[in-house]
């Protein structure tokens, strides 16, 4: 009999200290325990010093795991897995549809549609912009199938937990780090 685990995406927070090969440390750590990240976005954070990262990993309860260990790594400052909590999360794409006069005022029906921008318009092609869920993106995409998509450009997931709670809280004065955001650690 083998043994079928049903993998289900996760959605990992973090917040990292921003320094070169912060990422590539993490990502090897996923790698190691053999998961796909799906979706990755990393930008600033509120915090000076620190950068914000969103994964989207295939696991099953395992991940408990690699999310203990990345909470270990020196760079991080705070990692939680928040796929059982209430969020809020958004993806964005950038989308490049050929056009033609035939074809432009439907493209720009959809776009009305999902509520896509129009970013940019050529005589042969549009850019379109589009922010919502990712099932809000999957179905814009495949219904501009119908025309020749140029180009397309997809940021994944972000997310933060709904309400006045921090996805980060400051620790505690009696659980400080042993470290600053932006003091080197190497």
Known sequence: MTDVRKLRPHTIIALVEDRPGVLNRIASKWRQRGFNIESLAVGHSEKEGLSRMTFVVDA???????????????????????????????????????????????IVEIAELFQAEIVDVSPDAVILEATGREAKIDSLVRLLQDYEIVELCRTGKVAMIRGPAESHPEPSEDEQYDRYPGQHTW
């Open 60 to 106: 099953n309860a395992d991940a408990t795991q690699v999310v203990r260990q990345l909470d270990k790594l020196v760079d991080v400052v705070d990692i939680r897995d928040i796929s059982n909590e209430d969020i809020v999360s958004r993806e964005m794409a950038m989308i490049k549809v050929r056009t033609d006069k035939g074809n432009r005022g439907q």
